[in-house]
């Protein structure tokens, strides 16, 4: 019905948990108002209701309610959705490893939204992820998957948390979480990997010795014994192993095999099935750093034979030789590479096409493309593949190498000269008083010890006394006859004739070709007076001096031939090559009007400044 005397003052709010706002009448009858409530915030309350003290209100008739009459009863919930105050985050493992899973439970002081509440709204730390979040009742109680990183580190991360955005979260009723919550527990995640320094006290074994070999993990591990050990590139042997109380160290006593020589060498651990105290495994295996074994009795290397015309490097025809000084045999199976050496002829390279070792003997020889002559120059070079012990190389059976030797290692030529099938030939016949000297071409000296005797040869002098010969003497190309008197200038018609005797006492040179039968070679006259004019040397042209191998050869001008029997020693001449070793001379030998001279060593093509001086 219609009333009066209704105002805010009649309505009472004390169990509503809100505020009412101001009243409006409804109509112009007078029975109906509202008004606006709202709610008390952060309240969560199912039992409210607004009430009206009726004592105050009258109708038309002036009289008055009694007491007071309430509402209808109500619930309230304005209380934002937070983490339960016991348990909130809990983790089912809080040390994990690489890749290892576990689950984390989140807990809420009630029921949310499960549209509200996604993976995006929770963080974690130490590289970890999330996965599967999923309600395991009405939506208080949360569960989601922790994965630690699957790559391994340099360092493990220590009291990582699980944080909880609640502003996003909403409960039933619609109310927002606030702020962000992080767990009180915390978590753990090793992702380093066990590793291991393998380390030899001595680095560089020899006959009887042992080392201490340490195995050093970064971390305490599990799962390692001899097994784990590689000893397949170390030429030795491993004693027991002996671990540390840390777990983290194990040592063992290496013995280096016998009669060994390597340079590479290593003892490995195979890291598949080694833990550490998190359960992380790698994998592979570990090396440790190169060390040195060299357990051989000998251990000096061959070394090349320089000297010696029979032990020298030396060549014959395609055939070149090394010979070698060593204690034990050299090795034949393990032979160097052709292309290991280098043969200059003439300065002009000549492959090795093979290369034979004589492991008794001591000797390399090298079969080479093109055969040596006689007169040419060679030298040799040999590199040695590496520094250190080669399978393939100048190598006693022993393992040590032979060093490398360069170009300037001279071979000794004994390729023999070509054979000479040429007889001399008469060139000229000259008399000086009672001498009359035949002169002979040829490639070689005549032969002075079997030579033709003076009945050989018959001396005329046309209209003049007879002549008869009374000695033969033969000096290199040259025969002079002395005759039974001297022949004057003024005798112009003279004759010599040769008749070849049998048997071997003939005119020949030294390889024995028989000069033929001559008649009436003519006779031109040499010099009448005394030859007072001395030898000169000559120093261009063809004829200047020069030298083959360990031959110079000083070719002179004079009006006769040199005395080869009362000619100068060799302390009388001096030979130089600039800037390279000393040369002496061992012997003179004085032929016609050359004198040649032998050297103590070869004269190579390289050398291009040779000089040579006389003092008389």
Known sequence: ETVSGFSSEDIVLTDANGTLGPLTAVGTDRKIWTATFTPTATTEDASNSIGVNMTGVRNAAERAGVGITHSANYSIDTKPPTLAATRPITIGDDKLHLGESTTATIRFSEDIDPNSFSIADLTVEGGARLSNLRRTDGGTTWEVTLTAPESPSASSTTGNKISVNLAGITDLAGNAGVGTVDSTVRYDIDTVLPS???????????????????????????????????????????????????????????????????????????????????????TGTITSANYTVDTRSDTTAPRLITTGDTTRPRVNGNQLVLSFDDSSDLDADHKPANEAFAVLVDGVANAVTNVTVQAQAKTVT?????????????????????????????????????????????????????????????????????????????????????????????????????????????????????????????????????????????????????????????????????????????TTGDHRPKVTGNQLTLTYTDASNLDAANTAAASAFAVSSAGNAAISVNSVAVSGKTVTLTLSRVVTNAETTVTVSYTK
């Open 196 to 282: 291991v320094t393998i380390t030899l006290a001595d680095s560089s074994l020899t006959v009887g010795e042992t080392t201490t070999v340490s195995f050093s993990f970064n971390e305490a591990v599990n799962g390692f014994d001899a097994s784990k050990i590689d000893l397949s590139n170390a030429n030795g042997t491993l004693g027991p192993l002996t671990a540390s109380a840390d777990g983290k160290t194990w040592t063992a006593t290496f013995t280096p095999s016998a009669n060994i020589n390597d340079a590479s060498n290593t003892i490995g651990v195979n890291m598949s099935g080694v833990r550490d105290l998190a359960g992380n495994s790698a």
């Open 366 to 538: 090298l079969t080479l493309t093109t055969a040596v002559s006689h007169g040419q120059t060679a030298t040799v070079a040999y590199t040695d593949p590496t520094t250190g012990n080669d399978a393939n190389a100048i190598q006693d059976v022993a393992g040590n190498d032979a060093t490398t030797f360069f170009a300037a290692t001279v071979v000794y030529n004994n390729t023999p000269a070509p054979a000479d099938t040429t007889a001399p030939v008469i060139h000229t016949a000259v008399v000086t008083g009672n001498q009359l000297t035949l002169t002979y071409t040829d490639e070689s000296n005549l032969d002075a010890a079997n030579t033709a005797a003076a009945t050989a040869y018959a001396v005329s002098s046309a209209g003049n006394a007879a002549i008869s010969v009374n000695s033969v003497a033969v000096s290199g190309k040259t025969v002079t006859l002395t005759l039974s008197r001297v022949v004057t200038n003024a005798e112009t018609t003279v004759t010599v004739s040769y008749t070849k005797p049998t048997g071997d006492n003939v005119i020949q040179d030294a390889a024995g070709n028989d000069a033929v039968s001559f008649s009436n070679q003519a006779v031109t006259h040499g010099t009448s007076v005394a030859d007072t004019t001395p030898p000169v040397l000559i």
